[in-house]
């Protein structure tokens, strides 16, 4: 049980210090910064509605699919090397962006299955 809890907060804990970090060397712009990490505490926060309530909304397939990219995406922006023929910090830029698509269409999922389960829960 305890475990189901860290896992995501360690999660979310690496992503803010590592994109904090990577902004402050200039290897990510602030704009990303901010839009992920406050898709991060919003959805967060919407869980907690959700659990105050009594409702349990599992993390989807989305969410672990936007994890995956931030990660690689970090990897790579954590690199100074090459990849693919194109500076490392390229390829890691494009990854998170392709990150912030899938993490802003997980936050929608999230948000759409809290509004159904608390219709449903309401009815």
Do not use: C, N
């Not at 898709?39 to 926060?45: M, V």
């Amino acid at each position: 049980m305890l475990g189901k809890f860290l896992d995501p907060v360690a999660d979310k804990l690496f992503l803010l210090v590592s994109l904090i970090m990577l902004m402050k060397l200039g290897r990510v712009e602030a704009w990303l910064v901010i839009v992920l990490l406050s898709r991060e505490f919003l959805i967060t926060a919407l869980r907690a509605v959700a659990a105050g309530e009594g409702l349990v909304i599992a993390a989807g397939q989305s969410g672990k699919v936007k994890l995956t990219f931030q990660m690689i995406g970090l990897g790579f922006l954590m690199w100074y090397g090459t990849a693919f023929g194109l500076p490392a910090v390229v390829v890691g830029t494009w990854i998170l962006y392709i990150a912030l698509f899938t993490s802003l269409l997980s936050g929608y999922h999230y948000l759409r299955d809290f509004l159904t389960a608390r219709k449903l829960k309401l009815q």
